[in-house]
């Protein structure tokens, strides 16, 4: 029984390893990379109490070695979703009943173990199955997903510190209650933290979860359910289960019981589920909470008084880390005209200087694309790119899936703002480049804005504070994420709470307390001390 209010220990961001040649932690991230190879994992789906495999098993290889088997998983279904379902259904009361602060020593612990000993275990299945290079693994499996941990745990505190003021004579309460129900937590394949924040953040709040990872993203998700299971959650409260997306859907959007869905992927399969829910909607308990973030065309704008090399390194960072393959990735950019000599020649050399390959040489800043039909995609993009005469490309423009899925950096400039590259989201290592006219500023502001449905995120790159000031509001509704002096990736957990409107979801804020008091449903308790005992009031009195 809770007997205080506890305090939580106050969060800060976990530090980012550099991994230098010499480092302790390298050492040890090799270590885990070579113990992962030499082993053949067996994943299963965990299902309440049970490892749960089936006759369907499905091979799991690396991004950058697709002849190299790192394991095997289970694919399950529908009569594992319905599994889950139950499970999750019958975790829910002692999960909902369990005191907040034991809920919350549950996510600590598994932050601690995070950043402590699978630190090397998760960043190296994350290098291994996404094809991550060491920074972008060490950014992602392990700081982020830490911070999400721990800044969630004290996110929750404040909530439930939140109170309303009483009258005299008057108690006024709020109780946080989770969802009634099980909620669905449907995650991507490109950021480990995302996989282990939608699930966790839903749990957290006293909801139990069926969690459908992208089957690309398997090999880290066993890890990171490995990690929740020593840190003592108990089973059923998360399910982790490997079917189909739309067989998986199909049942749990026809359910009485489904409370809500945490979802991260592409904005056709969101909007899809939100139909399906929309046309189910009679059929529920109590209307489902809908949190998406669904990708985006993030743009770099530059004004004419930007400084040119910090221009090329904001879209060598942006458009090429983890082969563009960020929903915050820089796909667009907006040259003035006046300094795109100089930015094409520094960012050439940058594009030159790229070394490509696996993620276990730490030399490779470029790594592999996710898989074939992910590769197939944006060669597409590419060669329709290169079928435009109204279109240049200035670098890359190859790619080869001999041994892994690898696409070179492409770099395309484009006289025309509407063409293909310039408004579709593409997801990969490639960007392109409009070049303006150094006076028309504020013309190609409104032209940013009207370019693309996404809105998640962007930036404006000026020394003019005017120019910067005007860019700032007329992309007000351009992006949720928007970055001044900067590339538009980035967003770290309790600094820049991440999230887009517009066809880039619903804006709820990853990394903030306000996507924390989505899976809450709050009831007023209203307790009198003094209870009335004659319904008159005094102005029934005569004169």
Known sequence: ????????????????????SGSKERALLKKALEDARSKVADIPMYIGEQEVRTENKKTL???????????YFYEGNVSHVEQAVNSALGAKELWANLSWENRASIFLKAADLLAGPYR???????????????????????????DFLRFNVHFMSEIYREQPESAPGIWNRLEYRPLEGFTFAVTPFNFTAIGGNLPASMAMMGNTVVWKPSYSQIYSANVFMQILKEAGLPDGVINLIYVDGLI???????????????????????????????????????????????????????????????VSTAISRGAFEYQGQKCSAASRCYIPSNIWEEVKNFLMNDVKS?????????????????????????????????????????????????KGYFIEPTVIVSKDPSSVTMCEEIFGPVVTIYVYHAENFEQTLELVDNTSPYALTGSIISRDRYAIELATQKLRN?????????????????????????????NDKAGAKVNLLRWTSLRTIKETFVTPTDYRYPFLDKD
């Not at 592999?368 to 597409?380: L, P, S």
């Not at 970055?483 to 600094?495: E, F, H, L, R, S």
Request: with cysteine.
């Open 478 to 506: 351009s992006a949720g994420n928007f970055y001044i002096n900067d590339k538009c990736t980035g967003a770290v957990v309790g600094q820049q709470p991440f999230g887009g409107a517009r066809g880039s979801g619903t």
């Open 354 to 402: 790229f070394n490509i390959g696996p993620t276990e040489d730490f030399s490779n800043f470029i790594n592999a694309v996710i898989d074939e039909k992910a590769f197939d995609r944006i060669a597409g993009y590419i060669e329709k790119a290169r079928q435009n005469p109204l279109n240049e490309i200035i670098a890359g423009g190859t790619y080869d899936k001999t």
């Open 248 to 310: 998986a859907g199909n049942y749990i959007f026809d359910h009485k019981e489904f409370a809500g869905i945490h979802f991260t992927g592409s904005t056709s399969v969101f909007q899809n589920m939100w139909k399906t829910i929309g046309q189910n909607i009679h059929k529920y308990r109590s209307y489902p909470r809908i949190v998406g973030e669904t990708g985006g065309k993030d743009f770099i704008m530059v004004h004419k008084s930007a400084n040119a090399k910090e």
């Open 61 to 71: 290889t690396p991004p950058h070695d697709h002849q190299h088997i790192l394991g």
């Open 1 to 20: 029984m809770s007997t205080g209010f506890f305090s939580i220990p106050y969060p800060k961001n976990e530090p980012v390893l550099s991994y230098a």
């Open 120 to 146: 090397y275990v998760m960043n190296a299945a994350t290098m291994l199955g996404q094809s991550k290079n060491v920074y972008q693994a060490e950014i992602d499996a392990a700081c982020e997903l830490i």
